[in-house]
């Protein structure tokens, strides 16, 4: 999957070429301008941020899934010890 940069910077390239030596030199620049501005209005992150914030879900999971076993391991102490000073 390409990233938002990239795709502006391949269209931005194709148009290049496309209007290179024509007086639509000023449309190219208009729309570099257009497209620059629509990107900067989008919510948009890099992969690298992406990649960054998947590895801190993976890692906080694995977090919780421990935690979460010694919260059940915790309860059935405490329940088998409940039990059998009940008893007592």
């Not at 940069?5 to 269209?11: A, E, I």
């Amino acid at each position: 999957m390409k990233q938002p940069n990239d795709v502006f910077n391949d269209l931005q390239q194709k148009m290049s070429e496309l209007f290179k030596n024509s007086p639509a030199k000023d449309v190219e620049r208009n729309m570099k301008a257009m497209l620059s501005q629509g990107f900067s209005k989008l919510d948009l992150v890099t992969r690298e941020e992406f990649d960054t914030q998947t590895q801190v879900l993976v890692r906080t999971r694995a977090r919780l899934e421990e935690l979460e076993k010694r919260v059940a391991q915790l309860e059935q102490r405490l329940a088998g010890g409940g039990a059998s000073s009940a008893q007592d």
